[in-house]
């Protein structure tokens, strides 16, 4: 989620024009972003013809309770022997934030999977009967995670889960962390990432959120110009990511103009849900810990504390903005997949036991 907590103006084309931050790629807050307007000639305008097909095999729609699950995947080629790397989002967002990161995964690791989740609420994840979901608290958005991980194992016709590395960006690395916390997958889940977020500034940036729901345009005449919109305010700061990303976040009104497809300001009583303990969840997740920030400065006491302790990993990428995996999704690959292989313990070759070795007649 990007929540820009800066004054603007705003023209009569609804595009605000926002001054630079200074210091913008390490501001207090973690969960914001920079507000600069960067112009855009003729010659600079970025096509958006990007489609999912580019960075997944397949989309699989997932029916429980009452909700259509919406996700993107690219299966590993061996459930026994490659991980599937698990996406959530941030409010606001969709699956598709996550495209050049996959992308970028599979460069790295060819037979890995990936597997990137749009929350209820958000891209074409929708109810099956009735009005919307009114429930986005951090509990149900993990029960949602748990449910469509195991909903794709049993719609791919997986005989078990292969080894799992959740990763969560904003509010979506609380979600993972939520369920790292719960065990539910225990000896499968490998470790988990948490993108851009932590507990203490960005429940202080939640002051800031009101004021940039109500500033920033309610709609565009067309898909491109949200997407120009989203790398102009450096939002986004990856044109490629933005092109593929930004298109599945709108829906067209009866107007013709393309609108917001999330209703933020509906989920605002979970806003504080989200984030109060997250700093002690993650800290006690069951899991290898990786923490990816866009500035040092957002750590909060209790991170700095277990990060001192060696309790997780620390990765600050200082040229990103909030949405780092969108902005730096070479390095992002880079940090997730060295760190998978550093704690996967199945690809640990251990001596045979002394034991066994007596048992088959050889000296030891």
Same mark, same amino acid.
């Given at each position: 989620?990007?929540?820009?907590? #800066?004054?603007?103006?705003?023209?009569?084309?609804?595009?605000?024009?926002?001054?630079?931050?200074?210091?913008?790629?390490?501001?207090? #807050?973690?969960?914001?972003?920079?507000?600069?307007?960067? *112009?855009?000639? #003729?010659?600079?305008?970025?096509?958006?013809?990007?489609?999912?097909?580019?960075?997944?095999?397949?989309?699989?729609?997932?029916?429980?309770?009452?909700?259509?699950?919406?996700?993107?995947?690219?299966?590993?080629?061996?459930?026994?022997?490659?991980?599937?790397?698990?996406?959530?989002?941030?409010?606001?967002?969709?699956?598709?934030?996550?495209?050049?990161?996959?992308?970028?995964?599979?460069?790295?690791?060819?037979?890995?999977?990936?597997?990137?989740?749009?929350?209820?609420?958000?891209?074409?994840?929708?109810?099956?009967?009735?009005?919307?979901?009114?429930?986005?608290?951090?509990?149900?958005?993990?029960?949602?995670?748990?449910?469509?991980?195991?909903?794709?194992?049993?719609?791919?016709?997986?005989?078990?889960?292969?080894?799992?590395?959740?990763?969560?960006?904003?509010?979506?690395?609380?979600?993972?962390?939520?369920?790292?916390?719960?065990?539910?997958?225990?000896?499968?889940?490998?470790?988990?990432?948490?993108?851009?977020?932590?507990?203490?500034?960005?429940?202080?940036?939640?002051?800031?959120?009101?004021?940039?729901?109500?500033?920033?345009?309610?709609?565009?005449?067309?898909?491109?110009?949200?997407?120009?919109?989203?790398?102009?305010?450096?939002?986004?700061?990856?044109?490629?990511?933005?092109?593929?990303?930004?298109?599945?976040?709108?829906?067209?009104?009866?107007?013709?103009?393309?609108?917001?497809?999330?209703?933020?300001?509906?989920?605002?009583?979970?806003?504080?849900?989200?984030?109060?303990?997250?700093?002690?969840?993650?800290?006690?997740?069951?899991?290898?810990?990786?923490?990816?920030?866009?500035?040092?400065?957002?750590?909060?006491?209790?991170?700095?504390?277990?990060?001192?302790?060696?309790?997780?990993?620390?990765?600050?990428? *200082?040229?990103?903005?909030?949405?780092?995996?969108?902005?730096?999704?070479?390095?992002?690959?880079?940090?997730?997949?060295?760190?998978?292989?550093?704690?996967?313990?199945?690809?640990?070759?251990?001596? *045979?036991?002394?034991?066994?070795?007596?048992?088959?007649?050889?000296?030891?």
């Amino acid at each position: 989620m990007a929540w820009p907590p #800066s004054s603007d103006t705003r023209s009569e084309s609804g595009i605000s024009h926002e001054e630079d931050l200074e210091g913008d790629s390490s501001s207090t #807050s973690s969960i914001s972003t920079t507000g600069t307007i960067v *112009p855009t000639s #003729s010659n600079q305008m970025v096509s958006h013809s990007s489609s999912w097909h580019k960075y997944f095999d397949q989309e699989l729609f997932l029916e429980d309770g009452g909700l259509k699950h919406h996700v993107y995947i690219t299966a590993p080629k061996s459930i026994e022997k490659d991980p599937l790397f698990v996406c959530h989002h941030g409010a606001g967002s969709s699956g598709l934030s996550f495209s050049l990161l996959a992308a970028e995964i599979r460069k790295r690791m060819p037979l890995a999977g990936v597997l990137s989740i749009d929350a209820r609420g958000h891209g074409d994840t929708t109810p099956l009967n009735g009005p919307e979901t009114s429930d986005f608290s951090r509990a149900a958005m993990g029960q949602d995670l748990v449910k469509m991980i195991e909903l794709t194992k049993l719609k791919l016709g997986w005989s078990a889960l292969p080894n799992l590395l959740l990763i969560g960006h904003s509010a979506g690395g609380a979600v993972v962390t939520e369920v790292a916390k719960q065990g539910v997958f225990g000896s499968k889940l490998v470790g988990f990432a948490v993108l851009d977020v932590v507990e203490g500034s960005a429940l202080e940036a939640l002051k800031a959120m009101n004021s940039h729901l109500e500033n920033r345009p309610n709609s565009f005449p067309t898909v491109d110009a949200a997407v120009d919109w989203h790398v102009r305010t450096r939002t986004i700061r990856n044109p490629t990511s933005a092109s593929a990303s930004v298109p599945s976040i709108f829906r067209k009104s009866q107007s013709g103009d393309w609108v917001w497809r999330t209703d933020l300001p509906a989920t605002k009583e979970y806003w504080e849900d989200w984030f109060t303990g997250m700093s002690s969840n993650f800290l006690a997740g069951k899991a290898a810990k990786l923490l990816i920030l866009a500035g040092t400065d957002r750590l909060d006491k209790e991170l700095m504390i277990g990060q001192m302790q060696g309790k997780f990993q620390l990765q600050v990428f *200082p040229e990103a903005g909030h949405f780092v995996h969108e902005d730096s999704p070479e390095k992002t690959a880079d940090t997730v997949v060295e760190f998978f292989r550093r704690n996967d313990r199945s690809a640990l070759v251990l001596p *045979p036991k002394v034991g066994d070795l007596i048992a088959q007649g050889k000296k030891v």
